[in-house]
């Protein structure tokens, strides 16, 4: 069975850092590409970044381009995403997904950035930016 498990969430000021973690019980999580994506209410469901399965390549949303940062550690089994210089905006709930070895997908923003890419997901995990 495939978990997924954000943590990190959490409440910060307007300019601050957090870290979030998708901790994964699944052995081909390491052969995946990968994406976090966040939601906030009233809203549907937004890319955020993507990372190829061995982590060469990245793809990032212009809203975070530059003070978002995605990386993985596969031998931990553990996707990150290193959010600085937050904004209020940045305010949602945020999800990991995991798109598998067997859908042969390109690593492409074409799919990177679609939600309906990524066949497993987190339970999300929530981020407060206030002023």
């Known amino acids: 069975q495939v978990q997924l498990v954000e943590s990190g969430g959490g409440s910060v000021q307007a300019g601050g850092s957090l870290r979030l973690s998708c901790a994964a019980s699944?052995?081909?999580?390491?052969?995946?590409?990968l994406g976090w994506f966040r939601q906030s209410p009233g809203k549907e469901r937004e890319f955020v970044a993507a990372?190829?399965?061995?982590?060469?390549?990245?793809i990032y949303s212009d809203s975070v381009n530059g003070r978002f940062t995605i990386s993985r550690d596969n031998a931990k089994n553990t996707l990150y995403l290193q959010m600085n210089n937050l904004k209020p905006e940045d305010t949602a709930v945020y999800y990991c997904?995991?798109?598998?070895?067997?859908?042969?997908?390109?690593?492409?923003?074409?799919?990177?950035?679609?939600?309906?890419?990524?066949?497993?997901w987190g339970q999300g995990t929530q981020v407060t930016v206030d002023w």
């Open positions: 699944w052995r081909a999580f390491s052969r995946s590409d």
């Open positions: 997904a995991a798109d598998p070895p067997t859908s042969r997908r390109p690593f492409t923003r074409t799919f990177a950035v679609l939600p309906s890419a990524y066949d497993y």
């Open positions: 990372i190829s399965w061995e982590g060469r390549s990245k």
